[in-house]
């Protein structure tokens, strides 16, 4: 099956430690993103990429790191420099240019601070 | 004021019937719109595109007002599954061609037996 995973499902951070939550699809997506979600908050954009070996910040990169070494795989290390990183993290893939082209998600990383 | 906006909720709705709300969105350039449906602790699904004319999937109606800038979700005889919240999605200017999505924050529609 087709589709976007993400691991782990739960992940606890302490306190000074950089973390990394892993992406991978199947869907030969070129465009990846990464999303934050807060209660009560619209999901709010971390990195995306649109292409391999290329990438941008979203609206959020502060204290945070991606790498596009692969068409599959966009993970985001979550580094110490995030004061704030307990959020659920949503990736998501698209493909760029498909008519009414949207978004699919994987089932997305909680991330808690010890 | 935040680019897309919703009545948080939660509805409640007994089974069977009918609900209804919108979003309104503040880019008048904004050219496509989404309904997602998210169920909790889960990842955003795709529930519907919303087209100009308006469009029907089901029991799901979505329809799109450009002039006073919102888009409508109606849900007709609702069902215990239809419980969720309904994320609503717009994609800014048509230069926007790497597919950036704002998200409103959800309205919690809660059906009830």
């Known amino acids: 099956d087709g589709g976007i995973t993400q691991s782990p499902k739960y992940l606890f951070r302490k306190e000074g430690q950089n973390v990394t939550l892993s992406c991978e699809q199947n869907?030969?997506?070129?465009?990846m993103y990464w999303y934050r979600q807060d209660p009560g908050q619209g999901l709010r954009l971390i990195y995306y990429?649109?292409?391999?070996?290329?990438?941008q910040k979203g609206d959020i990169a502060e204290g945070y790191s991606v790498s596009r070494e692969k068409k599959e795989s966009f993970p985001l290390t979550v580094t110490s420099a995030q004061k704030n990183p307990t959020a659920f993290y949503l990736c998501?893939?698209?493909?760029?240019?498909?008519?009414?082209?949207?978004?699919?998600f994987g089932p997305g990383t909680r991330l808690l601070v010890l | 004021r935040k680019e897309v906006e919703q009545d948080p909720g939660p509805f409640n709705v007994p089974e069977g019937a009918t609900v209804a709300f919108n979003c309104t969105y503040s880019?008048?350039?904004?050219?496509?719109f989404f309904w997602y449906r998210q169920d909790c602790r889960k990842e955003p699904k795709l529930l519907m595109s919303?087209?100009?004319s308006g469009n029907e999937d089901g029991r799901f109606t979505a329809q799109l007002n450009r002039a006073s800038q919102y888009i409508s979700l109606l849900i007709r005889d609702s069902k215990l599954s239809d419980s969720a919240t309904y994320l609503c999605v717009v994609k800014n200017s048509p230069t926007d061609s790497w597919g950036k999505l704002q998200f409103g924050a959800g309205t919690q529609v809660v059906v009830t037996p």
């Open positions: 998501a893939s698209s493909n760029p240019g498909a008519t009414k082209e949207t978004q699919y």
């Open positions: 880019n008048s350039a904004s050219q496509s």
């Open positions: 919303v087209y100009s």
């Open positions: 990429s649109q292409i391999v070996n290329d990438f």
């Open positions: 869907l030969n997506h070129d465009a």
